[in-house]
């Protein structure tokens, strides 16, 4: 889903090489001196933005003599099975783009540059981390920005209604009451756009791996369900405590229409992926976009509030590669304070970078900065299930429209997705009971 959201057609043939940083030599050599130019390859797939990127291969070629070209790919299945193909032959560029939630399936020991023995791994958030950890190697860099599936809320109406953050569930609702009995729509529904429903059921999973820590690891292996396990329930009930403080056309409202009423101070929440932000930005203006502040979506426990994050897409070294030491040059210049302000300087991040120590640029969204940066600092993130997970049904969009709707309950809502994910196992070859 990260991707569809994130997405940005760039082409649609299926390999269209360019050169992202100025022309230059090559070299052959294992690796060049930093006085000499050195050119890497790097796949990429259609449905990334490349402005972050493209700056860093930029300032790459100034700071340390490595010219980057870019092979961009198409995106989807034909671009994974693409890059399947490419290690498998031996075809590989010296660097790829791809999925944290992928990777491991091609066994990356014997494809990717293990970092461990380098200053990398010091360098990265543990959440991200352990997202690109395999047995005991660690893997790749991220290539942008994180971001949070969280409730977007407008600070303006919680001054003017003397409303704090949530630290429950049940305060929440309280504060949706409280806007609702003032004639505010106290939650955004774009339900047009399915896929905009499960943001809450999957945004939920801090709450959901706090109370089950192994739940994700267990439901692959198919000894645990959501229907039968209360915290991953307690997801789709949550739907059921929202329906009456829906905006009345929500299922008429698209994801576009959000980003307006937002911008414009039309509801008092919308629970949406963080990239909304940078949408909104690219509408209007800055200041907009920090009238809306973020948290993560509420648990039950008023001592243990978190937010769940979406990584980035994962820049791999080849290990069969004759460059790897310029490779891993270009890692660590990647990941540096001068790579990153140079990715900063030309893309705004949609939430906190996953190095550790760096905050982005001052100019970034306050809820990045203050909001969302509070969350990663006090070591309250949690992957997304879906992004450690092989096992995902191909019909929760629906489902979460059902419940959001009332025409399923929330313990239905539970059974139907346990059904359609054992469908998907069945296709895995898992060892699954129905």
Same mark, same amino acid.
């Given at each position: 889903m990260k991707k569809k959201l994130m997405s940005v057609i760039i082409m649609a043939a299926m390999i269209i090489t360019l #050169? *992202?940083? =100025? %022309? =230059?030599?090559? !070299? $052959?050599? @294992? @690796?060049a001196g930093e006085d000499e130019e050195v050119t890497l390859t790097l796949m990429v797939d259609s449905d990334e933005t490349l402005d972050g990127l493209e700056a860093v291969c930029e300032k790459a070629k100034e700071a340390v003599g490595i010219n980057v070209e870019l092979d961009v790919y198409t995106a989807g299945s034909d671009g994974d099975n693409l890059v399947k193909t490419r290690l498998a032959s031996g075809d590989m560029a010296d660097l790829c783009v791809w999925s944290d939630s992928k990777f491991k399936s091609v066994g990356p020991e014997k494809y990717f540059i293990d970092l461990s023995d380098t200053d990398i791994p010091d360098k990265l958030d543990d959440t991200y981390k352990n997202a690109v950890t395999y047995e005991d190697g660690v893997y790749g860099i991220p290539l942008g920005t994180s971001m949070c599936g969280a409730v977007l809320y407008n600070r303006e109406m919680y001054e003017k209604y003397n409303l704090e953050v949530p630290k429950t569930w049940d305060e929440f609702l309280e504060n949706c009451r409280v806007l609702d009995e003032a004639g505010e729509t106290a939650v955004l529904g774009t339900f047009a756009d399915s896929w905009t429903a499960q943001v809450l059921f999957l945004g939920d999973y801090y709450n959901v791996h706090a109370e089950e820590p192994e739940f994700a690891e267990d439901y692959e292996a198919g000894k645990v369900k959501f229907a039968n !396990?209360? &915290? *991953? #329930?307690? @997801?789709?009930?949550?739907?059921? $405590?929202? !329906?009456?403080?829906y905006n009345d056309d929500y299922m008429a409202t698209i994801y576009d229409d959000g980003c307006e009423i937002m911008a414009n101070g039309g509801a008092g929440h919308w629970i949406m992926l963080t990239q909304a932000l940078s949408n909104i930005y690219s509408l209007y203006d800055k200041e907009t976009v920090d009238k809306i502040g973020v948290f993560g979506i509420p648990g039950d426990d008023p001592d243990n509030q978190g937010i769940t994050v979406w990584t980035p897409s994962t820049i791999f070294g080849n290990k069969n590669s004759d460059k790897q030491e310029d490779i891993i040059r270009f890692m660590e210049f990647y990941i540096s304070e001068e790579g990153l302000d140079a990715y900063s300087s030309a893309q705004m991040a949609d939430g906190p970078f996953l190095v550790k120590g760096y905050e982005g640029a001052e100019d970034g969204y +306050? &809820?990045? +900065?203050?909001?969302?940066? %509070?969350?990663? $600092? %006090? =070591? +309250?993130t949690e992957v997304d299930m879906q992004s450690q997970v092989q096992v995902v049904g191909s019909d929760l969009p629906a489902i979460c429209v059902e419940v959001a709707t009332g025409q399923i309950s929330g313990q239905?809502? *539970?059974?139907?997705?346990?059904?359609d994910c054992y469908k998907a196992a069945v296709q895995l070859g898992l060892d699954w009971a129905e």
């Open positions: #050169t *992202a940083c =100025g %022309a =230059g030599g090559g !070299t $052959d050599s @294992s @690796s !396990t209360p &915290a *991953a #329930t307690r @997801s789709f009930q949550k739907f059921e $405590d929202l !329906t009456d403080f +306050k &809820a990045v +900065k203050e909001d969302m940066q %509070a969350y990663f $600092d %006090a =070591g +309250k239905e809502a *539970a059974e139907k997705y346990d059904a």
